[in-house]
């Protein structure tokens, strides 16, 4: 069974910075991409960012590029979002989700092979 688990959400005031984490259950982490995806309150969840199995490759939403940052440590089974100078328009649920890197880099939720429960970010004006 795989669990991905998310943590390092929480309240922050805009222009601050957070890093995320997720991590990974399973000896199968190193083979699967990852992806970071968000959902603010009355929205449907949107893709963010994703990164290669090896690290090499990554895709980020327009939305989000120059201040979002995936990484990913395949020896602690866990993948991380670096976010910066966060906005209002950042409050959402982040979640991690594992799956084919060809199904994330279309940036559409659908398809993934797992998903975390999320971590709530929040970020005050």
């Known amino acids: 069974q795989v669990q991905l688990v998310e943590s390092g959400g929480g309240l922050v005031q805009a222009g601050g910075s957070l890093r995320l984490s997720c991590t990974v259950s399973?000896?199968?982490?190193?083979?699967?991409?990852m992806g970071w995806f968000r959902q603010a309150p009355g929205k449907e969840r949107e893709f963010v960012t994703a990164i290669s199995w090896s690290g090499g490759s990554t895709s980020t939403a327009d939305s989000v590029k120059g201040r979002f940052t995936i990484s990913r440590d395949n020896a602690k089974n866990t993948v991380y979002l670096q976010i910066n100078s966060l906005k209002p328009e950042d409050t959402a649920v982040y979640y991690c989700?594992?799956?084919?890197?060809?199904?994330?880099?279309?940036?559409?939720?659908?398809?993934?092979?797992?998903w975390g429960k999320g971590t709530l970010v929040t970020v005050s004006s």
């Open positions: 399973g000896r199968l982490f190193s083979t699967y991409a």
């Open positions: 989700a594992a799956g084919p890197w060809g199904r994330l880099v279309t940036m559409r939720a659908d398809g993934m092979d797992y």
